[in-house]
């Protein structure tokens, strides 16, 4: 995310030519390793730890690196359905979430078009997906945490549990005023 908004990242067309890759990861690296050793008295990898293994990944996937947002276009053109799925929730958004305790994108349904490159005129219909309880990863403000034994029980029967962490997640009672919010910030048209 850093790398994208200093505008020094490395974007997957940018694997695809050798010069053009050799050239923006030799700046990358330099910029990282005056940070690295400003910082924390650190070297990061070097361009020859990365190049080829980068650049071989590049050639390998070149043939599925195409204009997603013209194929987009061309189903919308031709009336065809397209279904975007996301990730996260409203209250993990950047801008529109319990900041600081947020991601670090926008997970609400309005970054899809930005995400896919259409228009967001094609967008006809955003459901927004909720449990009959919420669940939260890590720190931040939860109004309706359980703390008791219904919170447990929940947690237990709900498998609310990290993924990758297997950390417990907190969980509470149903919070209309976050699905509230959710539903104006991110135009929700349904629930399922």
Known sequence: YVDKVQRIGIRMADLLEKETFERLLKSNIEYKQAYFKGMFNETCPSFDDIFEEYYAAGQRLKEFVTDTSKILDDA????E???FEGAQGVMLDIDHGT???VT???PIAGNVTVGTGVGPTFVSKVIG???AYTSRVGDGPFPTELFDEDGHHIREVGREYGTTTGRPRRVGWFDSVVLRHSRR???ITDLS
């Not at 919308?76 to 009336?79: K, L, T």
């Open 185 to 187: 910030v991110s135009g």
């Open 99 to 101: 900041y600081p305790f």
């Open 104 to 106: 670090s994108s926008n």
């Open 81 to 83: 359905k397209v279904l």
């Open 129 to 131: 997906v909720c449990k």
């Open 76 to 79: 919308f053109v031709a009336d």
